[in-house]
């Protein structure tokens, strides 16, 4: 593996979660349990899309095989796509989504604040904007994580059980290998080991004024960074790539 | 499950140009904090403002309607109440 490799394999980790997330959020897009909510969850997607964008079209430039941000969005197999599993999984209730969105916006937001140090401009370039959009990700989901916790006691109940479910994805979001060692070298990756910490006191902050438990002893899931997908990308991508499969090339 | 509606809240965007806030519109939250949020959501989504305000709508006290006649009528056969009446001095530009 070649300097080049690493960073289209790297960039695509980043812009997989964006698009995969993205792809998710927005199936909420009329089925929001209120309008307001509906429409924050829909500019949340759009956040996220937009970010997808941004980081496939420098993958597709640091790739350099003439494939375009839309080729690699609409026209790889699953095994090929990069997401943590946290990002795939399924919208389930309120409380899934938004405990869901708030184990992946802790942990975007310090590795957008990593990011925007990186020795490579563009993908410095990129976190920078995207932090923006994170934090206030950020805010929102974490705002509903303790509303919902403190809240009723089914409302408790409900995103308790959401934390416990998903909690199994959460390590995978700091998975490194050698992609990153040789990245982390020339001072282009994010050292995610240092991450861990600062992710699980911030979450823990959070889940104490939600009164929620953080979980412990859980088995984690990995395989999503190197392309071993939970049964539900296959369902998500079956209907993101639909228009493109039956009509390739097809604009609008 | 509660059936049970959220508060109404008024909002108020002061665009980028203009010096007050002004009322764009309402929306439903349970509380402060979200009625912020959302309206930054619903409001502000074209880049409309750069600050908010919400105010809960039941806080808000309204003129009654079948009093306008009372309140507001009586003002318009009162001209003199607009300056119009001053002799304006040579040499006085920018009125």
């Given amino acids: 593996m070649n300097r080049e490799q690493a960073l289209f394999e790297y960039t695509l980790r980043i812009a997989d979660d964006s698009l995969i997330l993205g792809h998710r959020v927005s199936e909420w897009c009329g089925h929001g349990p209120i309008l307001e909510e509906d429409i924050a969850m829909t500019n949340i997607a759009l956040d996220l899309v937009g970010q997808a964008t941004n980081f496939l079209e420098y993958a597709a430039k640091v790739d350099g095989k003439g494939k375009t941000a839309d080729d690699l969005a609409f026209l790889r197999y699953d095994r090929d796509y990069r997401n943590a599993l946290l990002v795939e999984q399924k919208n389930g209730h309120f409380g899934d989504t938004m405990a869901r969105q708030f184990f992946f916006d802790v942990f975007r937001k310090l590795f957008f604040e990593g990011l925007t140090k990186s020795t490579d401009e563009t993908l410095a370039a990129i976190a920078e904007k995207s932090l923006k959009e994170t934090k206030y990700h950020l805010k929102h989901s974490s705002e509903w994580v ?23 994805f959460t390590e995978e979001l700091f998975f490194s290998n050698d992609v990153d060692t040789m990245l982390l070298e020339s001072g282009i990756a994010v050292d995610l080991n240092a991450l861990y910490p600062l992710w699980k006191s911030q979450v823990a902050h959070v889940l104490a004024e939600a009164t929620l438990e953080i979980p412990s002893g859980t088995f984690q899931q990995k395989g999503g960074r190197t392309g071993f997908h939970s049964e539900h990308l296959g369902y998500l991508l079956a209907e993101m790539q639909y228009m493109q499969r039956a009509y390739p090339g097809m604009e609008w | ?66 009093e306008a006649d009372a309140l507001f009528d009586p003002a318009d056969s009162k001209v003199y109440r607009h300056p119009t009446f001053y002799d304006v001095p040579d040499g006085i530009s920018h009125m």
């Fill in chain 1, 146 to 168: 303790i509303r919902l916790g403190d809240g009723t006691e089914e409302s408790h109940q409900k995103i308790q059980e959401s934390i416990n479910n998903l909690w199994r």
């Fill in chain 2, 1 to 66: 499950m509660s059936n049970k509606e959220w508060p109404l809240w008024e909002v108020f965007i002061r665009s980028k140009q203009g010096l007050s806030h002004k009322h764009v519109g309402s929306l439903r939250a349970a509380d402060a904090e979200m009625a912020i949020d959302n309206a930054r959501d619903v409001y502000t989504r074209r880049s409309e403002g750069i600050s908010i305000w919400v105010v809960e709508s039941k806080l808000v006290t309204a003129s009654d309607p079948r």
